[in-house]
């Protein structure tokens, strides 16, 4: 069951990134009679958060068909066994921060390449390895701090080859801007920060009650739309500036170009669809991850997709193929190894042990002499005394 949720995990978060990528590349008419990509990164979220209400949905449809059967099926089942004591208020903090670090990616998606946003997404673990020491007490060795330190590195390598290839590579660009690219990648990086404090605070919640999964993310998905909403709303009438301004009346969120664009092309309905489900999918899976493993290691998992997210790039001609960029994505990889791993470390401990296995058999070889003159192998059982 666990090796499903992963592969939904992996799935679900793949689809997401190439859906709203899609999306930002799709044109369509405003209220203006003007021709402009799909840019609504509140609108999104608000999708993203109902997608995770639907889970309380179908928790309750389910939860109340197993209890009509009387023979306590909804305490063994997997998506509803748990305590039904607990607060829901809360999953408020956690949808609170989730729904800023989306609407942060969306805008981050929208001005980046998609490669990019993956890998610059990973050093989240580094926000995530601070919370963990805070919340659980935790204690980052020098390990830890080398393998931080490479994944920061890397990410600065990547924002610097960003903004070179920007000259000969911008089929998935909507702004042919230095400083689009970079606010971009910079704002990424904010929403790791809120990420990495999300993922920690649901870990130490969730694994102190035994709280329904699915009923969970349900909550959040309520919590979430709630403040989306509100935000949405002065969104909806705060000026931008460019890059942020793309729609009729110059807002940071026009939600009156929506209902005129999706009419104007209809793919964007269909990847919008497809992302409404994958977003429950990838909320639910992504929760159960951290409940049965840790937050850390929802993002080494997380990290998996890169592959696939710039293996896709390639194929849909997004993007082209940069030496320098998998060289990152190698680095970066590495880095997040040997963070959860410790990879150095045991190669240091297995040459260490090889060693000594090697010495001990050409010792095993020489003969010492006893008191009487006689050949004693070296690597015979001690006398007892």
């Not at 980052?140 to 000259?167: E, K």
Request: glycine fraction near 6%; hydrophobic fraction near 50%; proline fraction near 2%.
């Amino acid at each position: 069951m666990h090796h499903i949720l992963v592969f939904l995990f992996l799935l679900s978060g793949t689809a997401n990134v190439l859906l709203i990528k899609w999306t930002n590349t799709l044109e369509a008419e405003c209220n203006d009679g003007k021709l402009r990509f799909f840019q609504h990164p509140v609108f999104l979220t608000m999708i993203m958060f109902a997608g995770e209400l639907v889970c309380y949905v179908i928790f309750k449809c389910m939860y109340c068909f197993l209890r009509r059967r009387g023979d306590g099926s909804e305490i063994v089942n997997f998506f509803t066994n748990g305590d039904q004591d607990f607060r829901p208020s809360k999953m408020f903090y956690p949808a609170f921060l989730h729904g800023i670090a989306s609407i942060l990616l969306f805008n981050g998606l929208y001005l980046t390449y998609a490669s990019s946003f993956q890998m610059i997404r990973s050093s989240c673990i580094i926000f995530v390895a601070f919370a963990s020491g805070i919340q659980f007490n935790t204690t980052l060795t020098a390990r830890h701090w080398s393998a931080m330190l490479s994944i920061a590195l890397t990410v600065f390598f990547i924002i610097i080859n960003d903004l070179q290839r920007i000259r000969y590579d911008q089929n998935s660009l909507s702004h042919i801007d230095f400083n689009a690219v970079l606010s971009a990648e910079l704002m990424i990086i904010c929403a790791g920060a809120f990420e990495g404090i999300r993922m920690v605070y649901e870990e130490k919640y969730i694994k102190a009650i035994n709280i329904p999964l699915m009923q969970a993310i349900g909550w959040r998905g309520i919590f979430g739309l709630l403040t989306t909403a509100l935000w949405g709303v002065g969104m909806n009438y705060q000026p931008a500036i460019i890059p942020f301004n793309d729609n009729s009346r110059g807002v940071f969120d026009d939600f009156m170009d929506i209902s005129k664009q999706l009419q104007s092309n209809h793919w964007i309905i269909v990847a919008i669809s497809i992302f409404f489900i994958a977003a429950a999918v990838h909320g639910y899976t992504g929760l159960c991850i951290t409940k049965f493993s840790s937050s850390s290691n929802l993002i080494h998992g997380d990290c998996l997709r890169t592959y696939v997210v710039s293996m896709m790039v390639l194929l849909l001609r997004w993007e082209q193929l940069n030496f320098i960029s998998w060289l990152c994505f190698i680095s970066l990889q590495f880095g997040i190894m040997s963070y959860r791993r410790a990879i150095l470390m045991e190669w240091y401990r297995k040459i260490l042990l090889r060693l000594q296995r090697n010495r001990y058999n050409n010792m095993s070889g020489d003969n010492t002499r006893d008191l009487d003159g006689n050949a004693v192998p070296t690597n015979r059982q001690a006398d007892v005394i």
